[in-house]
């Protein structure tokens, strides 16, 4: 059999029903998976490339399901704050500032991180998602965009931004089946009714999905409440948005009766466990949106809020937070917190037809992980050692789409130091650079 890429000899993690297969093996074909099994029982396969992955744990890539990743920009810029001093003192401010090129390079700092650390397709929210489009590209991510949109109390506003964003899916959605779009509303409270009516139609329209924060905070969720006499999620269930395509990140302050209603439309939730501890915003309760039946994915959420795009990382604190709030080691064992990055991830955007799972005729994202570390050894489960103990540095090689993006932890797309370079001075020149009236929230809001 012909293949263009084969994978041997390593333990593979399907996450599907074929479970663990040790001594497995891959091949690749036309960017698809077209074989996956024993070693042993395989036929015998004739490929351009052959990967020896002895040694090696072969799994999905994993799936960032909340980020901005243009913020790398930001990392390190604001800290110990919570959130509405950090975004209303330091962030706003700044991306007041950003221009496009800013964005372009901050997004590819992002994708090779991520990259470099095993994550193979991110759900983004941003201003010029094209330019993150564009980085995505040119680093061979898979990617869902989500261009943001506000009203601030100014209706032109919310108009000109959704029609900006409509920009973004016609040109953009579904383009080389690496592209998606969704439309991004920023949050309930920072977006009218009217502006939360407008997209729910434009989703109709062009069927993509939403992708907004709900009840991040405490503050937010009573100002809401206070300001329409429910809660958010009653507000968007009012206005038809709690839809299967709707992705909320955070999902922090819920009554049981949101959760139960949540349930019921078959949200989408995006967990960020790390930024949610560094802001101090609260801990989200996992266990019963999963005991509800909830779908729930993980998220970094933007690097100036976390500081890291590494999955491993917020996988980790995704176990453990969970564990300390219930006060139960038992609560979001390891191979669930894995199938959260990876085929329930896939879930969440609405791509699982596609990846999320090592599986026949899925799209080859998959990632092996160099287990010949100490801290990864004796191995005895495999999905304890990925949650608990693996770090994104372990991550050796990348393939997305069928194509190798990194190979022995060398990225293979673009030049690393020349964007972290470029990147490092977009930085610097955004601290002291002028406001620009009309390129990001900041500028929208004054």
Same mark, same amino acid.
């Given at each position: 059999m012909k293949a263009d890429i084969v994978i041997c000899g390593c333990k593979i993690?399907?996450?599907?029903?074929?479970? $663990?297969? *040790?001594? =497995?093996? +891959?091949?690749?074909? *036309?960017? #698809?998976?077209? %074989? @996956?099994?024993?070693?042993?029982?395989?036929?015998?396969?004739?490929?351009?490339? @052959? $990967?020896d992955a002895r040694g090696n744990i072969a799994m999905p890539g994993l799936i960032n399901c909340h980020t901005h990743v243009a913020m790398t920009l930001f990392r390190g810029i604001a800290e110990d704050k919570e959130l509405s001093v950090w975004l209303k003192e330091t962030i706003w401010p700044l991306e007041s500032k950003l221009k496009p090129s800013d964005i372009y390079y901050g997004a590819l700092l992002g994708c090779i991180e991520m990259v470099k650390s095993g994550t193979t397709c991110f759900l983004d929210m941003y201003f010029h998602e094209d330019m993150v489009a564009k980085a995505a590209t040119e680093v061979g991510m898979r990617c869902v965009l989500s261009p943001g949109i506000i009203d601030a109390g100014r209706k032109m506003l919310g108009r000109i931004l959704l029609k900006g964003a409509i920009k973004i899916i016609e040109k953009l959605h579904e383009l080389d089946g690496r592209i998606y779009v969704m439309l991004g509303p920023h949050a309930v409270y920072s977006c009218s009714p009217s502006l939360l009516e407008l997209i729910r139609e434009k989703t109709i329209k062009y069927n993509v999905g939403v992708h907004i924060h709900l009840a991040e905070t405490e503050a937010e969720t009573l100002n809401v409440k206070r300001a329409y006499g429910k809660?958010? &999620?009653?507000? #968007?269930? /009012?206005? =038809?948005?709690?839809?299967?395509?709707? &992705?909320?990140?955070?999902?922090?302050?819920?009554? *049981?009766? /949101?959760?139960a209603l949540m349930a019921k439309n078959d949200v989408k939730v995006a967990y960020n466990p790390v930024s949610n501890m560094k802001l101090s915003s609260g801990v989200p309760r996992v266990k019963d949106f999963l005991d509800a039946g909830l779908i729930v994915g993980l998220g970094t959420d933007g690097p100036a809020s976390n500081n890291s795009l590494d999955m491993f990382d917020t996988m980790k604190f995704a176990a453990l937070l969970q564990k300390a709030w219930y006060r139960d080691p038992r609560v979001l064992p390891a191979k669930k917190v894995v199938e959260m990055a990876t085929i329930d991830g896939a879930r969440v955007l609405g791509l699982e037809k596609m990846v999320g799972s090592i599986e026949v005729g899925k799209r080859a994202d998959i990632i092996l992980i160099d287990v010949n570390k100490p801290h990864l050894a004796p191995l005895h489960d495999v %999905? !304890? !050692?990925? &949650? %608990?103990?693996?770090?994104? =540095? /372990? &991550? /050796?090689?990348? +393939?997305? *789409? =069928?194509? +190798? @993006?990194?190979?022995?932890?060398?990225?293979?797309?673009v030049n690393e130091g020349d964007i972290i370079k470029k990147a490092s001075e977009a930085s610097q020149g955004l601290l002291y650079r002028k406001s620009v009236r009309g390129t990001s929230l900041e500028g929208f809001m004054k």
């Open positions: 993690l399907t996450m599907s029903h074929l479970d $663990i297969i *040790d001594q =497995g093996i +891959i091949a690749i074909k *036309d960017g #698809l998976i077209s %074989y @996956v099994g024993r070693e042993a029982e395989a036929p015998t396969f004739e490929a351009s490339e @052959v $990967i809660s958010e &999620v009653e507000l #968007l269930n /009012d206005l =038809g948005l709690l839809k299967p395509n709707l &992705v909320a990140a955070h999902c922090i302050h819920l009554s *049981d009766q /949101d959760i %999905y !304890a !050692a990925l &949650v %608990y103990s693996a770090r994104g =540095g /372990d &991550v /050796d090689t990348v +393939i997305i *789409d =069928g194509k +190798i @993006v990194m190979k022995g932890g060398k990225l293979e797309t």
